[in-house]
């Protein structure tokens, strides 16, 4: 990726995190146009550039920052369409899986917080260097958020994804 080709032909806007054409590479492209609109099946968006297909946030990084993104960006809201430049920042790949989405079935509504069967009550648990860290069980399930909002805290300081 030569970042000074791209900013020769897109212009962003940090404010938005939108890409547009400055030059077209070929008859298809449109100056003035958004690029970057096209999303991938993770929901990423998709600059196409010399025929080489890039994650817009890394295309992003690289024209704001004038280098190639050397670890995973991370989107701090978790919109993997938001690539304002004050929503993604550095991150190791432990660091990005922290800041992950609710699996679809979760059935309490927070991450790390399950219903027992065997114990009739909430147990909260967090998973850290691939190892499972049991926190408790809980009669009540806000006092399990709070168990798993703390260790959250704990364990991942600024990538902790928002529990409670």
Known sequence: MNIEKLRTHI????STGIMTWKKVLSNRG???AECGSNVDSKGYKRVCF?????RAHRVVWAMHYGEI????IDHI?????????CNLRLASNQENSFNTRIKKNNTSGYTGVTWSQNAKKWMAQIMVNNKHIYLGTFADKNVAVQARSKATKEYFGVFAKGVA
């Open 50 to 54: 010399e025929g080489k297909q890039y």
């Open 30 to 32: 449109v100056v003035g």
């Open 77 to 85: 809201n978790g919109d993997r369409s938001d690539n304002r430049i």
């Open 69 to 72: 993104p050397s670890f995973q």
């Open 11 to 14: 212009s962003y806007d940090p």
